[in-house]
Nanobody
Framework: QVQLVESGGGLVEPGGSLRLTCAASGGTFGDDAVGWFRQAPGKEREFVAAIRWYSNSPFYGDPAKGRFTISRHLDKRMVFLQMGSLTTEDTAVYYC????????????????WGRGTQVTVSP
């Protein structure tokens, strides 16, 4: 069983930056993906970014392209989401998920989820 714990959320002004961290423990990992998803109030959960553990291949959803960078520290079993040029539209709960081996942009392909970390972008 894999446990995922997100951290790094908080309140930031528009134009600011945040770095989210997903710490994984338990279970074993192949070259499956760890992904970040987000859910804003009244909206469906959407894909933000993902990265494969061993091949280090990144994938980005539309919210992340050009502004966010995903990376991972293999030995520490951590995945990071560096977010920049934040706008109020980025306000959401951000979730870390793991276990997707294919179609890593689809949340249904992930087996393990963290509880999320709140990101609020406000003047």
């Amino acid at each position: 069983q894999v446990q995922l714990v997100e951290s790094g959320g908080g309140l930031v002004e528009p134009g600011g930056s945040l770095r989210l961290t997903c710490a994984a423990s338990g279970g074993t990992f192949g070259d499956d993906a760890v992904g970040w998803f987000r859910q804003a109030p009244g909206k469906e959960r959407e894909f933000v970014a993902a990265i494969r553990w061993y091949s280090n291949s990144p994938f980005y959803g539309d919210p992340a392209k050009g502004r966010f960078t995903i990376s991972r520290h293999l030995d520490k079993r951590m995945v990071f989401l560096q977010m920049g040029s934040l706008t109020t539209e980025d306000t959401a709960v951000y979730y870390c998920a793991s276990g997707a081996t294919d179609q890593v942009t689809h949340q249904n392909n992930y087996h393990f989820w963290g509880r999320g970390t709140q990101v609020t972008v406000s003047p």
